[in-house]
């Protein structure tokens, strides 16, 4: 498990770099990052989830306004987790379908 003050400081820093300015997060975009923490969100989904985010935004023909909330990101940090999810335990079937079938051909 990575350091609690880890988590924090990787998404603050990814999401700033992505916004391409700010000095701060909000309280409330704080708050949002302890959800995440308290609820298992992987760090890696996190950062997926506000590059996802951005990516998307980036491909807006007007980009007259900045994102100024990390809550913005808030659905692709939810998706990326739940893809993230989804892929663990499809491995984890792949991998017992691997084992059933390699001791059938053994029998």
Known sequence: ?????????EIEERYLQRRGGG??????DWALIETWKDAGVPLE???RGIDA???HYDQ???KTKKI??????????LTA?????EAAVGAGRLGFLWAVRSSSTRQ
């Open 60 to 62: 807006r023909p007007s």
């Open 45 to 47: 989904a996190v950062l």
């Open 23 to 28: 000095l701060l997060l909000s309280t409330l």
């Open 1 to 9: 498990m990575e350091n609690y003050f880890n988590y924090f400081t």
């Open 81 to 85: 987790a739940e893809d993230m999810k």
């Open 68 to 77: 100024n909330s990390l809550a913005y990101c808030s659905q692709a940090v």
């Open 53 to 55: 985010a951005f990516d």
